[in-house]
């Protein structure tokens, strides 16, 4: 069975920056996309990232291109999403997901696989 961990959510001053960390147990981890989703209260799941499995193409949601970035280390089955210039509207919790596709599609249908979510809470 496929469980993802995520780690690394808190509180943080705008303009500040965060590093999280999504820790897989899945044993083709390296064949699957991963993707960031946030979901602040009230409001729909929203696509963040997505990295495909080999690392060679990342995709961005608009309201984080050019702040935020993801990444992976196959080796240690893990993904990073670094946040930077954070702003008070990315307060949310954040969702770590691993799709079977080798791509990432930036859709919350094309995940199969979900983490239990990490808070993130930016201060103005």
């Known amino acids: 069975q496929v469980q993802l961990v995520e780690s690394g959510g808190g509180l943080v001053q705008a303009g500040g920056s965060l590093r999280l960390s999504c820790a897989a147990s899945?044993?083709?981890?390296?064949?699957?996309?991963v993707g960031w989703f946030r979901q602040a209260p009230g409001k729909e799941r929203e696509f963040a990232a997505g990295i495909a499995g080999n690392g060679g193409r990342t995709i961005y949601g608009d309201s984080v291109k050019g702040r935020f970035t993801i990444s992976r280390h196959n080796g240690k089955n893990t993904a990073y999403l670094q946040m930077n210039s954070l702003k008070p509207e990315d307060t949310a919790v954040y969702y770590c997901a691993l799709s079977q596709r080798g791509v990432p599609v930036p859709g919350v249908d094309e995940f199969d696989y979900w983490g239990q979510g990490t808070q993130v809470t930016v201060s103005s």
């Open positions: 899945a044993r083709t981890f390296s064949r699957c996309a």
